[in-house]
């Protein structure tokens, strides 16, 4: 079976592969690739509409050098989606990761692959409850690689980063000049709670994410929206405290995992949920609550519908 994976180019620091992509996006591909399945990639380098209308010929050519030899292609993104439906030789499974419903700048565009993808996957209920159903849809959550994301010794991760062993530490989840992750917010709360070191998740490479997620004392995600973000899942992998906002499907995600907090948008709550947090003062057992998560098991999910598609 083979496959043409569609999706942004993004900035990397990973010495996993050689694409510019979200890096969930490749481990999935590798945990299917496992089963058989042949990938290829097609990087859309800008977003907007106008690029993406620009964008169409180029897709098209490229199918037609490749004599549209492949079996399925797999859009990550609704606008994503709209795009590579602009063809219809090859079935279309379309993946919603959130912003592309969540954003209303994206939400018209995304409505477009609802109605002429094959199969149209939502990462979490909460994105698929926010759009009326037009055709096939599933939810499937994008896994974490249990190989990557791993608990380790707090002490000797903090000595690879360079970090005082006696020192407080948050790690924010997102890059701060993301306006939607709320980065004004952690930092006041950090400061009420008298946290000196908010460190952004921003140019690591995996091992080093590992790392961080074992040598902090809690993630911070204060997000004012979400659609089932990587990071909690790969803190839970960590069993690493957490203190989150209430959005996408994030509850159900660490489902009352001691040591883990849902906290609202005051920054007095948020800090006094840090507290609670540092107190706490020990790792979760978040890794055995999210072995569905693992993403041997979500490969086989999506590689079920891919041969059901190919079938049909």
């Known amino acids: 079976m083979r ?6 180019e993004i900035p990397s620091n990973s010495a996993l592969h050689n694409y510019s992509i979200a890096e969930f996006i490749y481990e999935q591909n590798q945990a299917l690739a496992t089963l058989g399945v042949l990938f ?6 800008s977003g907007g509409l106008k690029n993406y209308i620009k964008e169409m010929h180029k897709f098209d050519s490229y199918l037609i050098e490749k004599e549209y030899i492949y079996d399925i292609i797999h859009a990550h993104g609704g606008h994503i989606g709209s795009l590579v439906n602009t063809q219809r030789k090859i079935p279309v499974v379309t993946t919603y990761h959130g912003s592309d419903i969540n954003n209303p700048k994206n939400r018209l565009v995304s409505l477009t692959s609802l109605l002429f ?5 939502f990462v979490s209920p909460e994105i698929f409850y926010k759009v009326k ?19 380790l010794e707090k002490l000797e991760c903090r000595k690879k980063l360079g970090f005082k062993e006696s020192e407080k530490i948050i790690l924010f989840a997102g890059r701060q000049e993301r306006k939607e992750k709320n980065y004004n917010l952690a930092r006041e709360a950090a400061m009420i709670a008298n946290i000196d070191t908010l460190i952004e998740l921003k140019d690591y490479s995996r091992e080093e994410v590992n790392q961080l997620l074992n040598a902090c004392d809690l993630l911070l995600l204060t997000s004012i929206s979400e659609g089932s973000p990587q990071v909690i899942k ?4 960590c069993n690493c ?5 209430d959005v996408g499907d994030i509850r159900e995600v660490i489902d009352e995992t001691d040591g883990c907090y849902i906290t609202s948008f005051e920054p007095e709550d948020i800090a006094e949920k840090i507290k609670l947090a540092l107190e706490f003062n020990r790792r979760t057992n978040g890794r055995e609550k999210i072995s569905h998560f693992d993403n041997k098991l979500i490969a086989k999910r999506v590689y079920k519908l891919y041969q059901q598609i190919v079938k049909d």
């Open 241 to 245: 405290p957490i203190i989150t906002t």
């Open 133 to 151: 159903r037009i055709a096939r849809e599933i939810i499937i959550p994008c896994g974490v690689d249990f190989n990557n994301f791993m608990p």
């Open 40 to 45: 290829d990639y097609y990087l859309i380098k």
């Open 117 to 121: 993808s094959k199969v149209n996957i």
């Open 234 to 237: 790969e803190a839970m992998a």
């Open 3 to 8: 496959v043409l994976t569609v999706c942004r």
